[in-house]
C-alpha cells in the first residue's frame, strides 16, 4: 500500500494533517497518512532549500507519495522562479507556476522524473480556511469574543476564502486576530475548521479541493 507523505510548514499545519485530514483522507481509501514539518529549519519556512532537502529525501522511501502543505504568504523569496512567478496579476497563476517550478527544480537536481511528487502552496495561507463558513465562528464564539459583521463582511467580500489576499496587515492571519480576542492559531484554528468540517471547506476553497482530489487519484 501507498503512503501518503504530507511535509507541512508547523505546528498546526500538522494538527490539521493528523486530525482533520487523515480521517477524510482515509473515508476516501488512502489508509497512510503520514505527515511532519520542515526538518531543516527552526521554525516555518525559511529558506526553500530546507524544504528541498526533505522532499528530496522522503521521494526516495518505498511505495510513497510525497506532497506540501505550505502558504503562499510570506513564502521564502529563494524559492525556484520566486521572480518570475510573483510577476503574475493573477495569484493563481502565481501560485500554479511555483508548485511547477519546485516539481522541475527537483527533478532537474535529480536528474530523474518524479510522477510521485505533488507540490502544493495554498492561496493565500492556511487560515484562509477559516472563512470558509461563517457558523465556525459564530457556533464557537459569543458577539463579546468575535466580531461577526466584520467577519460576514469580509466573508461576502470575495469570491471564495482563497482570494483573501497576502497583504501584511490583511491577510488571513492577521484578519483572525483582529477579528477574534485572543485568537490563537493552533487552538482556535484548528478548532474552528474542525466546526467548519471539511466538505464545506472543500466546496468553498476550490484550489484546495482540487489539490485534495489529486491525492485521492494517485
Known amino acids: 500500500m501507498k503512503r501518503l507523505l504530507i511535509i507541512v510548514e508547523g ?21 497512510n497518512v503520514q505527515c511532519f514539518k520542515i526538518k531543516h529549519s527552526k521554525g516555518g519556512l525559511s529558506k526553500y532549500e530546507h524544504l528541498k532537502k526533505d522532499i528530496i529525501n522522503s521521494l526516495y522511501e518505498d ?5 506540501t502543505l505550505i502558504d503562499f504568504y510570506a513564502l521564502p523569496k529563494d524559492f525556484p522562479k520566486y521572480e518570475e512567478a510573483i510577476k503574475f496579476e493573477d495569484k493563481l ?34 487560515e484562509a480556511l477559516v472563512f470558509s463558513s461563517k457558523k465556525g465562528i459564530e457556533n464557537l464564539f459569543t458577539p463579546k469574543q468575535a ?13 471564495n476564502p482563497e482570494e483573501i489576499n497576502n497583504d501584511p496587515n490583511n491577510a488571513p492571519s492577521k484578519r483572525l486576530k483582529h477579528l477574534i480576542k485572543g485568537y490563537n492559531k493552533f487552538v482556535d484554528g484548528i478548532m474552528i475548521i474542525d466546526e467548519i468540517g471539511i466538505d464545506t471547506i472543500l466546496s468553498k476553497c476550490p484550489r484546495f479541493n482540487n489539490w485534495i482530489s489529486l491525492l485521492t487519484k494517485k
Do not use: R, W
Not at 97 to 121: H, M, R, V
Open 11 to 31: 505546528d498546526t499545519e500538522k494538527e490539521f494533517v493528523n486530525n482533520i485530514l487523515a480521517p477524510y483522507l482515509f473515508s476516501k481509501g488512502i489508509g
Open 63 to 67: 511505495n510513497v507519495i510525497v506532497t
Open 93 to 126: 497563476m502565481c501560485v500554479d507556476f511555483l508548485e511547477n517550478a519546485i516539481k522541475e527544480d527537483i527533478e532537474n537536481s535529480q536528474q530523474k522524473t518524479f510522477n510521485n511528487l505533488i507540490p502544493y502552496i495554498q492561496l493565500h495561507e492556511f
Open 147 to 159: 466580531n461577526f459583521n466584520e467577519f460576514e463582511k469580509i466573508f461576502n467580500a470575495y469570491t
